[in-house]
């Protein structure tokens, strides 16, 4: 059956650290992968979308990778600050038919940055 | 306004009642969703639309009923509900249901049913 699995519910990390979140997947096809980060009692914010045959991405202190051969996607925040403690969700985009693509979620990996 | 909106924020219901969430985007997306987020579990797609139209629907109960009277409203009716059903209701949009595409999330609705 088809899994998302990301590395861990909760990472602690000290400020000023990298801090690597992992997102494992079976049994998908993912075209697209995107990151989302969600704060308590809001709605997810896209952050980053990487393609199947991209290997990395970045945006500021953003980085995102995608190994279609390990299915895995490791997604990096450089110099990490209290600002970025969040629950960082990874999506796996995979076509359904009639043009649509449907997007599945990992249950996401609760980070704290510890000043 | 911007962005994504949902009303109510918070509902608490019984099991009896009937109720209606309401989502509408202010960004002229074509493409519309309802997805459930409980308590440890990842968030699941409940419906798709786009141009109005469902494309999705993902094994949804029938005590959840969509309606998406144009591109850029779109209500979640609900009736008869139990309390697994209690969770974070949120709606999203996006520019069509192309997977390159980002979402962008509502704030959500806190549903409780007793």
């Known amino acids: 059956s088809q899994k998302i699995e990301q590395n861990s519910e909760a990472l602690n990390i000290q400020e000023g650290k990298t801090a690597t979140l992992t997102c494992n997947y079976t049994n998908y096809s993912p075209a697209y992968l995107q990151w989302y980060r969600q704060d308590p009692g809001r709605g997810p914010v896209f952050l980053l979308l990487?393609?199947?045959?991209?290997k990395e991405k970045r945006k500021e202190r953003l980085k995102v990778t995608f190994d279609t051969t390990l299915k895995q996607s490791l997604f990096h925040i450089t110099a990490s600050q209290p600002a970025d403690s969040a629950t960082y969700l990874c999506?796996?985009?995979?076509?359904?038919?009639?043009?649509?693509?449907?997007?599945?979620f990992g249950k996401g990996t609760k980070l704290s940055v510890i000043p | 306004e911007t962005g994504v909106t949902q009303t109510p924020r918070h509902l608490v219901m019984g099991m009896t009642n009937k109720k209606s969430l309401k989502c509408e985007q202010h960004l002229g997306h074509n493409a519309m969703y309802w997805y459930k987020q409980s308590a440890k579990k990842p968030l699941e797609l409940m419906f798709v639309y786009n141009f109005k139209e469902q494309t999705e629907n993902n094994s949804v109960p029938s005590r959840f009923s969509p309606e998406c009277p144009n591109s850029s409203h779109l209500f979640l009716h609900l009736h008869t509900l139990q309390p697994e059903d209690s969770a974070l209701y949120l709606c999203a949009s996006s520019q069509d249901p192309g997977g390159h595409n980002e979402q962008f999330f509502g704030p959500g609705t806190r549903l409780t049913v007793l």
């Open positions: 999506a796996l985009a995979a076509y359904s038919g009639a043009g649509s693509y449907q997007l599945t």
């Open positions: 990487i393609r199947e045959n991209e």
